[in-house]
């Protein structure tokens, strides 16, 4: 288990960058609606299975910025890191299935896709905006030390992978004809989506209370170890203080 921040934050630090976590929650959120209305829409026209599972996986990081602001919305915001992490996971499971289904369908025929310029011009777009906001994201998930946050950082960045990867599958559809290329990318979609479920399931990213605890007396109640690294490296920190 990676810790990500060793030392202990003072208050008003955890509170700023938990602003800041909240904020830039609520960006992508706002982004991510308007970019999950174009592709469903967009993908529903054209028939793409990429571009509608493209647009689910938007969905679901409104779902996660929304994880997150609930999550920072608590006193004590460490408390709610682990199932914080799980309710992340379960969404991008969630994604994976349904978009692992629909590229199978695809694949065995059941229907071709057509032209999508809507879904290409909003793929090229992403890849420009995803990539700053995550980077954001993830700076300040490690300063907190919370593993949900990097969580949604990783989500952030698989939307600007999945960009790339429904820019190519539409481009080769629309520029060559080539209809396996839609579901094809889809699958991708799918497997990375599988994966960072499967991560944030198990907390392998979790690293929440160093930077989250002044004293051993701040640390969360948690039954599941998710923090107990960070709570000993917590109290070593305050022990050596005295």
Known sequence: MTVLAPA???AA?????????????????????????VAVSAGAVAGSVALVGFGLDS??????????LWQFRHPVPESRERQALR????????????????????LAGAGE?????????????????????????????????????????????????LSAVLLAGLLLDGLLGWAWADPAAGLVIAAVAAREGVTACRGTNCGCLPAAATTAGDAPESDDGCCAAGTDAGSRHAAAGR
Do not use: W
């Open 8 to 10: 202990p934050l003072p």
């Open 87 to 106: 309710l992340i996971g379960a969404c991008f499971l969630v994604l994976a299935a349904y978009v692992t289904t629909e590229s199978v369908r695809s």
């Open 113 to 161: 896709p057509a032209a999508a310029p809507a879904g290409i011009a909003l793929a090229a777009v992403s890849l420009l905006i995803m990539p700053v906001l995550s980077l954001a994201q993830r700076r300040t998930g490690r300063a907190l030390g919370s593993g949900s946050v990097v969580a949604d950082s990783a989500q952030t960045l698989l939307c600007t992978y």
């Open 59 to 68: 969905l679901i990081e409104v779902s996660s910025g929304l994880i997150i």
């Open 13 to 37: 630090s955890r509170r700023r960058l938990g602003r800041r976590a909240q904020l830039l929650a609520a960006a992508s959120v706002g982004y991510n609606l308007i970019e999950a209305a």
